[in-house]
Each structure stands twice: as C-alpha cells, then as structure tokens.
T-cell receptor
Framework: RKEVEQDPGPFNVPEGATVAFNCTYS??????FFWYRQDCRKEPKLLMS???SGNEDGRFTAQLNRASQYISLLIRDSKLSDSATYLC???????????FGGGTRVLVKP | GAVVSQHPSWVICKSGTSVKIECRSL??????MFWYRQFPKQSLMLMAT?????????EQGVEKDKFLINHASLTLSTLTVTSAHPEDSSFYIC???????????????FGPGTRLTVL
C-alpha cells in the first residue's frame, strides 16, 4: 500500500463549479499535511497547509480527518487557471521528509 | 521572486557521461536540502537528504555511488548523476529547508527542476 494515495483523475470540472477530492495516508504518526499544486513540467508550489481544525484560503478549503487518515481539498467557483495536478503531501515527524501522493489532475473547462 | 534556482534547467547527454545539477538557495541559508526525481506521470520521489558539511542520507533503493551529492555551503548543493543511462532520464527537483526552521511545519521551497534526457 502506498503511503499517500490519491485518485489520479482527471476530474473534468465546468468553470464555476465546485470540485472536491481526498487523499489517504497510511502512517498514523504523520505530523503535518499540505496540498501542493503542480503545473505541467513545473515544480510543485505550496497551495496550503492543512490543519486539524480545517482551513480556508479564498476558494480553497482543506480538511483533515485524523481518525480516518484522510485529507480533503475543495475548490469552489472553479477557474480555468485552477487546471493543474494537486499533490497531497505528508510530513512524517522525523527529518522533515515529505511524502508525495501521486496527484489528482483537475481540468476546468469553459 | 525565486527562492531556489537550479542549473541547468534542462540537459541532454550521451549514455555513460556524468551530469552535475546545481541547486542554489537565493534568499535563505539552508543546512538541509532535498533531492527528488519525478518520472513522467508519476509523483515526486525523495532521493536523498543533503546535509551541509556532512554526508547525504539516501532513501532506500537510491544508489549513493551513482547519485553523488555535495553540500559544501549553506546555499549550494550539487547532484551528480554518474555514468548516466537512459533510465536515469527524469525531472530532478531540489528543495530547501530554510535555516532556523524549528518545527516540522515550516515550508520547503522547491527549485524549478532540471529535466535530464540521456540518449
């Protein structure tokens, strides 16, 4: 079983719609969680950290469920520029090593 | 502006040659840098942790003699792919953990990546 698993998609989303997807992680000792965005042939860029209480940044909302070991990302009012691969990233306690999920591809269409 | 730079951004080389990739931290000092690679349609995989002034620590399955890492200063780490073969063709990305990052919640900053193609 992969340490961090994501639905690869693609999620085809009409412009203006809402899309949500999850990521599961296997290590219950994982300490911190992030969503990164990666555009084609580019480096990943931090979208948001994910906190236990859930957090929102504009149109993006992230949730963490430690009991079920998953995190989620919801994008409201999708824009064409939201088309990208969204990477779920988990940081285990030791050494600040990040483990990346395989990514969920989102395609926002007019 | 960019926090981390990588050079070169892309390189094409013949099989058997060695390729050096530089990762520079532009805005921060970093005792710790990370090297990842990403094959097409796959996610980033951590290769090794580069520690300033000491030996790098490699992830399981990564050959330390093939992927030489040197972290000679607080702003520069280099990855040398020795005797490159076509299967080493990949997107190599570094990241830095800024100095004085006291907790595991601090953000890593990624370089723009180096695309290596071995013919």
């Amino acid at each position: 079983r992969k340490e961090v698993e994501q639905d690869p998609g693609p999620f085809n989303v009409p412009e203006g719609a809402t899309v949500a997807f999850n990521c599961t992680y296997s290590n219950s000792a994982s300490q911190s969680f992030f969503w990164y965005r990666q555009d084609c042939r580019k480096e990943p860029k931090l979208l948001m950290s994910v906190y236990s209480s859930g957090n929102e940044d504009g149109r993006f909302t992230a949730q963490l469920n430690r009991a079920s070991q998953y995190i989620s990302l919801l994008i409201r009012d999708s824009k064409l520029s939201d088309s990208a691969t969204y990477l779920c990233v988990v940081n285990k306690a030791a050494g600040n090593k990040l483990t990346f999920g395989g990514g969920t591809r989102v395609l926002v269409k007019p | 502006g960019a926090v981390v730079s990588q050079h070169p951004s892309w390189v094409i080389c013949k099989s058997g040659t060695s390729v050096k990739i530089e990762c520079r931290s532009l805005d921060f000092q970093a005792t710790t840098m990370f090297w990842y690679r990403q094959f097409p349609k796959q996610s980033l995989m951590l290769m090794a942790t580069s520690n300033e002034g000491s030996k790098a620590t490699y992830e399981q399955g990564v050959e330390k003699d093939k992927f030489l890492i040197n972290h000679a200063s607080l702003t520069l780490s280099t990855l040398t792919v020795t005797s490159a073969h076509p299967e080493d063709s990949s997107f190599y990305i570094c990241s830095i953990l800024p100095l004085a990052s006291g907790t595991i919640y601090n953000e890593q900053f990624f370089g723009p990546g180096t695309r290596l193609t071995v013919l």
